[in-house]
């Protein structure tokens, strides 16, 4: 394996721009995309950041997503609103209907607004941070294709589906959770199978629909477990219900994968977003969730734990140490964007801290 | 272990509302606690149905609870509400409240409601149910007195905090999910102590902050675990930011047991309600869902299952068999209303089925 690399966050976040510009997207929309993979690198969550840029390239090049799509209300109230993507980049309809959810609910106290003709958004926990900013508690979610079991199936049934919500906390960073309702990613299953071990019983639904430990069997004989079994599948149904079924949007099968199919054809995925305005309903919100926040940090310890971390504050942490001395992009990253150089005919290099 | 006895829905209801009314309720709250406590029942969910009439009562004659409480709304806009339950019945102050989502969801779009000053507010997807049985997305969630540790932590950090939804599904009854916020409730802990057995390394947190696996250390030694770790956790941090934080509820150790603390004094629980008009934002939204639940139904099954539920769905067959049938009331749960009829003056075998 290669080492990774160290870059600036404002060099990451050029780079991305300018290979979203270089595929056709608009400045302004080429920055927006840019924001979200730079941010999610900073914050760690290398799954998500700028690793999957190589795979949105792909998709602007042969057409499944529009460079100059252009997402719009389709249909909207006081407290809610529909928006057709219109297969543009998944940031880019996704951080336009969180903004429209944020600007209903400064009116009315809260708003909802489902997305249909989207494409995989990314970090969910982005535009949930992205209301918490402005003060108000954000949600997000999305469906996708089918990849985790139901209680006693066999085969997937419901997306990995994404859910994040961010919550203004005073002093302290908002509170930030972004989880999938699987019991784990299938990157750690990949992990597992390279260090050649066997993983709990709870990841891995089998062949069988049983229960496996067998890592090897990940995707083509196995598929992910839900999250806590049918709490998981529950949330996993409530996120299809608004993210696909209010929304318009496709659903479980109707959804193209965005990374393993036809990158001329758009993938159809659901989101939705919701925003709750603090300071209309209660100023004190950030105050007292500032409270919650100190309580935690202070309940006594498990033994050998020197720290209790509340939801998002280690992704706070790392992204402030990114700001200050770059972000150390893991090799598997290096080699995404390197391939996304290539695509856009950009020299890599130029944007790397030298080493 | 005495034998349960079958009671009809009618007559568990009425047996209810009669001991409601002689605790002191106006008869119209004495019904909607009754409704609550006896759908919950028919349910099958015998642990947050008539079963707590008693604690119920025992707090009404002490004090705590305000016989002839009125919970009224302290401050609202288009798509949002704050409501003082006024120590009234958790049921009243709650049915009171989502009534109010749902009437602001139909003119907004959706609509939040937070509750302060309730108590517990037994199964939460009764108020889930009540938003879908009239077209709308219902979601219901209370924080509660610690019981679950967090990741990390030796001692109970947050509540057990249930959360639940509830979406329309065209032919079929709702999908409903009500769940806690803890990998299991600390009835099957107790429920695996009596019966000599270990527990799964999951459910929780030993003395030292590690997982253990003896059901004999619960309560005084160990703690719930959160579902799934870091997950039940975050989500009991969003339920605990939107039904104490941001109603004006009180939050964690603030908040007083309903079962264990002085009756004389309020509780303090703080709930949450959210109300989606699925007839506003998209019509097709039931059929949509229904299809989803088709789908489900119809995936590949592990070996040795018969058949796949979706959430909700063995609550409403139990719930269409103890229409028909009556519910046969579990040993302990007769027990609690034998209690329940001393306290209120009630000859309790006049209610009951004779077997």
Redesign the interface.
């Known amino acids: 394996m290669t080492s990774g690399r160290t870059i600036t966050v404002p060099s990451l976040r050029a780079f991305c721009s300018d290979a979203f510009e270089r595929a056709g997207l608009s400045p302004a929309d080429a920055q927006t995309g840019a924001e979200v993979l730079s941010t999610t690198d900073a914050w760690g969550v290398f799954t998500h950041g700028s690793k999957v840029l190589r795979g949105y390239l792909r998709r602007l090049a042969a057409g499944g997503l529009k460079a100059r799509g252009r997402p719009r209300v389709t ?1 909207e ?4 609103g ?1 928006v057709d993507g219109d297969s543009s980049l998944g940031m880019v309809t996704s951080v336009f209907a969180m903004k429209l959810a944020i600007s209903k ?1 400064r ?6 607004v ?1 997305v249909r003709n989207s494409c995989h958004f990314g970090a969910a926990g982005y535009y949930a941070a992205l209301a918490a900013g402005e003060g108000l ?1 954000g949600l997000s979610m999305a469906n996708d294709i089918p990849s985790v079991a ?6 997937a ?1 419901t997306g990995s589906n994404p859910l994040a ?1 961010a ?1 203004p906390a005073g002093r302290h960073r908002p ?1 930030m ?1 972004d ?1 999938s309702i699987a ?1 784990v990613a299938g990157g750690k299953v990949y992990a597992a199978r390279e260090r050649g071990e066997r993983i709990p019983a ?1 990841w891995l ?1 089998g062949p ?3 229960p496996t430990d067998d890592p090897s069997s990940f995707p083509g004989h196995s598929v992910l477990a839900p ?2 079994a ?6 996993a ?2 996120i ?3 993210a ?5 949007a496709a ?3 109707q959804i193209s994968s965005w990374m393993g199919d036809d990158p001329s054809r758009p993938t159809f995925h659901g989101a939705a977003f919701l925003a ?1 305005d ?1 300071a ?3 100023h ?2 950030p105050y ?2 500032e ?2 926040i100190d ?2 940090h202070a ?5 050998g ?1 020197d ?5 998002g504050e280690l992704e706070w942490e790392r992204f402030t140490a990114s700001t200050a001395e770059g972000v150390r992009l893991p090799a598997d990253v290096v080699a995404s964007l390197q391939d996304a150089a290539a695509l856009s005919d950009l020299d890599l290099r130029r944007y790397l801290e030298s080493d």
């Open positions: 249909s109230g006081p407290a809610w529909l609910a009116d009315s106290g809260m708003a909802y489902g508690i139901a209680p006693g199936s066999r085969s049934v919500y919550v509170l959770l989880m019991t709870t639904i069988d629909g049983l999250a806590a049918h709490k998981g599948f529950g949330l149904l409530l299809e219900s608004l696909g079924c209010l929304s318009g659903t479980t099968w709750i603090a209309t309903i209660s004190d919100l007292r969730v409270q919650l309580e935690v309940a006594p310890r498990a033994v734990v720290r209790l971390y509340v939801p």
